[in-house]
């Protein structure tokens, strides 16, 4: 059965797995929100929806 969050066509995944993910730290998860990485909160918990914030990294590039 699909959750709601994955019928809109991306999955979501929590903090601790885009860290695992990305190789990052929680402090820097945390600024990439303060930046605009794409998120929500289910409850108390933030989601990231892993495709569109994959291209939310792309598209800022890297930092110089």
């Known amino acids: 059965m699909e959750t709601t969050l994955e019928q ?3 999955k979501y995944i929590g903090t601790a797995e885009l860290m695992e993910t990305l190789g990052i730290s929680r ?3 945390n600024r990439l929100v303060k930046r605009g990485l794409p998120h929500l909160w289910v409850g108390s918990v933030r ?4 495709n569109q914030s994959l291209e939310w990294l792309r598209s800022i590039g890297p930092k110089t």
């Open 27 to 29: 402090s820097t998860v």
């Open 8 to 10: 809109e066509g991306d």
């Open 47 to 50: 989601r990231f929806p892993i």
